[in-house]
């Protein structure tokens, strides 16, 4: 049963990590993109970003960089606490090998 369950982790955390953030980018990038209803006017101020979409792009954003820094950190864990002592995770420096 313990193999079930580590399974559904590392499948979880592969589809959240592996399709989420790439699908998190995607919409950042389509929240920073000038709205255009289809045959609008062009009396609309073209060019703007209402505040709620830049702040939800930003915020999304924030989260994409916090992943890759963590991610880099848990990567290199070793190394940091065999040349500075960091423990940054509380796992002694191993990633559970």
């Given at each position: 049963m313990e193999?079930?369950?580590d399974l559904l982790s590392v499948?979880?955390?592969g589809l959240l990590l592996g399709a989420g953030l790439p699908i998190l980018f995607a919409?950042?990038?389509k929240l920073t993109a000038p709205a255009h209803a289809d045959?609008?006017?062009e009396s609309q101020t073209s060019g703007q970003i209402s505040p709620l979409r830049r702040g939800a792009a930003g915020l999304i954003f924030?989260?994409?960089i916090l992943a890759v820094i963590i991610g880099l950190l848990w990567i290199t864990q070793g190394r940091l606490y065999e040349a500075f002592g960091w423990d940054l995770f509380g796992t002694g420096?191993?990633?559970g090998h």
């Open positions: 193999l079930f369950s499948t979880l955390a919409i950042g990038i045959g609008a006017a924030l989260v994409i420096g191993t990633s």
